[in-house]
């Protein structure tokens, strides 16, 4: 009689269901990201709060015009900033739950591509569709790794049956709660949850394990091992394409902000504080020739124009101002000292009472009280 060979035997085995153990790797690179966000949010509180916009602008934290003029660091350092206790709790909750679990079905080294390059995705989404609002936050970076679960369990769906339609089902609601709750509340960068689920998904669908079961003669009888029949080649084009799309997704935020009243203004700024006034001057010129309405290049003209005594000038260009923004304090304050210095008190006074609603300490709220009494 022959022996049995294991063509024979792993049918027999595969309907008695034996069960074999996917070879998962353990996580290790997620608990690395955790303790980087959590420094980073202790560095926020040291340095003048999670909240503070200037403590996040010098952290890293992802402002448009400043990355149009070459600040491209912000891109990464965004991903690893939060804004307020809720917002850190949230996204390390979701980097815990979800992250181990990527890393532990793709292995460290991609859970660490798909990480970063979702992230970069969310953030560059956000450089060529979003505004000049500050931005910061894991948030694309977990949503890529939401993906790219997703992703693994479509990919292996055959080897997983039910448990693995269950988990896609699941994972569907958690998507579509999360992106509800993106674009009905007021400031969440949606932009970059999309970038990030779709850079995730479509990466995890090229990098995911393509698991199947082989089955080995041996000497307690046919034994099933699971095997990655998925080619390196694969994953290393799905890298270079996603580095291409990176790259292409940068090159029109460019387009968008460079050249941008936004950039300008941010540009002039920092002329401003070096201490260049002409450089500011023509940048704000050019900001507004960008943009007739920016009313804030309007308003800081008009205020250079005043501190050098061209009082007529100055107060045509902030008068343009405060008819775009008539709520900004600022405005309303120079405006009015303006109109003060050109002998047109009875213009000033109604300006200066509405100043003081909004600021009514200090020197410039001295000032209004003394343009009152006059």
């Known amino acids: 009689m022959n022996a049995p060979q294991p063509d024979d035997v792993a049918p027999a085995a595969e309907q008695r269901h034996v069960s074999v153990r996917l070879p998962l790797q353990k996580p290790r690179v997620v608990y690395v990201f955790l303790v980087l966000i959590g420094l980073m949010f202790v560095a926020e509180l040291a340095l003048g709060g999670s909240q503070n916009q200037e403590t996040l602008r010098r952290l890293g934290a992802q402002v448009n015009p400043l990355v149009a003029v070459g600040e491209l660091w912000r891109l990464v350092a ?109 400031g969440i960068n949606n932009i970059a949850h999309l970038g990030g689920l779709i850079m995730g998904f479509g990466l995890g669908l090229l990098l995911a394990p393509r698991f199947a079961v082989e089955w080995r003669w041996e000497a307690a009888g046919a034994q099933g091992h699971v095997a990655d029949r998925q080619r390196k080649s694969v994953r290393l084009v799905a890298v270079l394409a996603a580095a291409a799309l990176l790259f292409g997704g940068w090159q029109l935020g460019n387009a968008r902000w460079q050249g941008n009243a936004a950039t300008l203004r941010t540009q002039a700024y ?73 002998d047109r008190l009875a213009e000033a006074k109604p300006l200066m009472e509405r100043f003081l609603q909004s600021e009514d300490a200090g020197e410039r709220a001295d000032y209004a009280r003394q343009v009152l009494a006059r």
């Open 270 to 342: 920092d002329a401003l504080s070096a201490g260049e006034r002409d450089t500011a001057r023509q940048l704000f010129e050019q900001a507004v020739a960008a943009d007739p309405q920016d009313a804030i290049s309007l308003a800081n003209l008009g205020l250079m124009q005043l501190q050098e005594d061209q009082y007529v000038q100055g107060v045509t260009l902030l008068e343009r101002a405060y008819a775009l923004m008539p709520d900004n304090p600022d405005v309303q304050f120079f405006l009015a000292a303006g109109y003060v210095e050109t």
């Open 78 to 186: 965004a991903m690893f900033l939060h804004i307020g206790l809720q917002h850190i709790l949230f996204n390390g909750w979701a980097l815990f739950s979800v992250g181990r679990e990527v890393e532990a079905m793709y292995g460290s080294v991609w859970f660490t591509v798909i990480y970063l390059l979702a992230g970069l995705a969310g953030n560059i989404g956000y450089y060529w569709l979003g505004d000049s609002v500050l931005s910061a936050g894991a948030s694309g970076a977990v949503f890529g790794l939401i993906g790219a679960e997703a992703a693994f369990f479509l990919r292996n769906r055959e080897l997983f049956g039910k448990l693995g339609s269950q988990r896609l089902g699941n994972l569907g609601v958690l998507i579509a709660i999360n992106l509800v709750f993106g674009f009905t509340v007021p």
